[in-house]
C-alpha cells in the first residue's frame, strides 16, 4: 500500500508540474504505462508496484534536474 501512495504523491506533484499535460500523457511520461512488444501499450497489472514507483521515482528526478538547468 505504501508503493501505490507514493506513487499517487508523485502522479499528484506531475500533475501540478505539467499542467498541460492530459492525464493519459502523464502516465506515459512517468513511466506507469509502458510500449508494449507490437507497438501497443503493456498492460500494467502484472507490475509491481515497487516496479511502477521506481520508473516514476526515474521520470521524477529527471524532470527535477531538467528544471534546475
Request: aromatic share 6%.
Amino acid at each position: 500500500m505504501d508503493d501505490n501512495l507514493a506513487i499517487v504523491e508523485l502522479l499528484l506533484e506531475a500533475v501540478e508540474a505539467e499542467p498541460d499535460q492530459r492525464f493519459g500523457q502523464i502516465l506515459w511520461n512517468f513511466g506507469v504505462l509502458l510500449s508494449g512488444e507490437q507497438g501497443g501499450l503493456k498492460d500494467p497489472y502484472n507490475d509491481e508496484s515497487t516496479a511502477i514507483l521506481r520508473r516514476v521515482e526515474k521520470r521524477m528526478l529527471e524532470l527535477r534536474q531538467r528544471r534546475a538547468r
